[in-house]
């Protein structure tokens, strides 16, 4: 059994950063790939960045590289995003997952945190 706990979402202004945290408990999951999804309003969830098991290897959606950043702390079990730039597109509900992979030409997971919300005005 593994606990994803999110953090660090807000309400903020278009063009203000904010770096989300996800602390995994129950087991160490530094053998796991992770990753951030994100869900907007009356849209389906969307894959955002994953990271590989060593922190090696990340990988993003178009809409957002080069604006956000994908990272991981094995010591502390923790997963960070790092968003920069945030525009009003960006508002959701953003959801840590970690053993993450393609499958069927999807992103999917294994296991899933209860998200935090990202509010980004204009």
């Known amino acids: 059994q593994v606990q994803l706990v999110e953090s660090g979402g807000g309400l903020v202004h278009a063009g203000a950063s904010l770096r989300l945290s996800c602390a995994a408990s129950g087991r160490t999951l530094s053998d796991y790939s992770m990753g951030w999804f994100r869900q907007a309003p009356g849209v389906e969830r969307e894959f955002v960045a994953a990271i590989s098991w060593s922190g090696g290897t990340t990988d993003y959606a178009d809409s957002v590289k080069g604006h956000f950043a994908i990272s991981r702390d094995k010591a502390k079990n923790t997963l960070y995003l790092q968003m920069n730039s945030l525009k009003p597109e960006d508002t959701a509900i953003y959801y840590c997952?970690?053993?993450?992979?393609?499958?069927?030409?999807?992103?999917?997971?294994?296991?899933w945190g209860q998200g935090t919300k990202v509010t980004v005005s204009s």
């Open positions: 997952a970690a053993s993450i992979r393609r499958a069927g030409g999807k992103w999917v997971s294994d296991w």
